[in-house]
């Protein structure tokens, strides 16, 4: 049988993916009665009805429902294609996806000595908290806090990660360190929504829970959490990763040895396909050797 049109085949697959006649229109830049052509004639080709019209949009009927599940992968092997080329050509540069705590506290900093290693490479930072599709989105690879197992993926485990508990010199002045459960609570505490709390910390420096939630500032970024604690607002449990610079340097203090070991690590990926392009490879080498490093302590 002689293959549809391209273009018809494109009008449909941009109805059954908006349930709309009038949003696919707008996608294909064209006119609402130029679709409906299209899907007239492709019907007519396949002698079957492929949309029950109704008045709030276009349902699939089961015909359409097959033929949508071939074009939906047809197309995603194209856009896969054009995007491996536009890759395979884009041998100089190579695009990061990480959160911007992560870029802010850790990975800007230790740019430059990726640049003195690699200064052919030019590396692109793509800040985004929500994780992005490395096969829908112009990224390369990505560092990611989980546990791993993404599918498509290739993965390298790059750190495990602990919350620690900080603050600025000046919130806990002469207080005997390290402070006791009970000395730490009585200071003002912020909370990270996306970790475990000071609950789990209590209970594992031996103390018991408090009843009901305790005071203080919650926030969802990691970086914010960790500027609380430089301001001096606050006592933080944060990730000793992104707090890692500010210790070191002494804007923060650690005022507990007990620690929360966390289940999630910190991993490098990329597409599958891409684990041997020379520009990932030498991103994830250089990670892994910073990393290895922090590990290991010289």
């Not at 900093?109 to 989105?137: G, K, M, S, Y």
């Not at 112009?138 to 603050?167: I, M």
């Not at 475990?196 to 420096?205: F, I, V, Y």
């Not at 000793?240 to 002494?250: E, N």
Request: hydrophobic letters at 45%.
């Amino acid at each position: 049988m002689r293959l549809p049109s391209l273009r018809a085949i494109q009008a449909f697959d941009a109805v059954a993916r908006h349930g709309s006649f009038s949003r696919a229109a707008d996608e294909l830049a064209v006119t609402h009665g130029a679709v409906s052509r299209q899907i007239r004639a492709l019907e007519q080709q396949l002698c079957t009805p492929l949309f029950h019209r109704t008045p709030k949009g276009a349902a699939l009927t089961g015909n359409g429902e097959v033929l949508f599940q071939a074009s939906r992968a047809a197309f995603a092997a194209l856009r896969g294609g054009v995007a491996d080329l536009a890759r395979r050509n884009a041998d100089r540069s190579v695009t990061l996806s990480l959160t911007t705590s992560l870029a802010l506290k850790w990975l800007v900093p230790r740019l430059p000595a990726f640049r003195r290693r690699h200064p052919e490479i030019a590396v692109l930072l793509d800040t985004n908290d929500a994780p992005v599709d490395l096969f829908e989105q112009s990224v390369d690879c990505a560092l990611r806090f989980g546990t791993g197992g993404w599918a498509g993926l290739h993965e390298t485990r790059l750190t495990d990660e602990e919350l620690v508990p900080v603050a600025a010199p000046g919130l806990v002045g002469d207080a005997t360190l390290p402070l006791s459960p009970r000395d730490l609570i009585a200071f003002p505490l912020v909370h990270d929504d996306y970790n475990p709390g000071w609950d789990q910390w209590l209970e594992k420096a031996g103390a018991m829970p408090q009843a009901g939630a305790l005071p203080g500032d919650r926030y969802i970024d990691s970086g914010v959490l960790i500027a609380a604690a430089l301001d001096g607002q606050a006592v933080a449990l944060v990730r000793r990763l992104l707090a890692a610079d500010d210790l070191a340097a002494g804007r923060l203090i650690q005022v507990s040895d007990v620690t929360l070991p966390l289940e999630r690590s910190l991993f490098f990926v990329c597409r599958a396909g891409d684990r041997n392009r020379p520009v990932v490879v030498a991103l994830r080498d250089w990670l892994a050797e910073s990393f290895a490093e922090i590990r290991s302590p010289s």
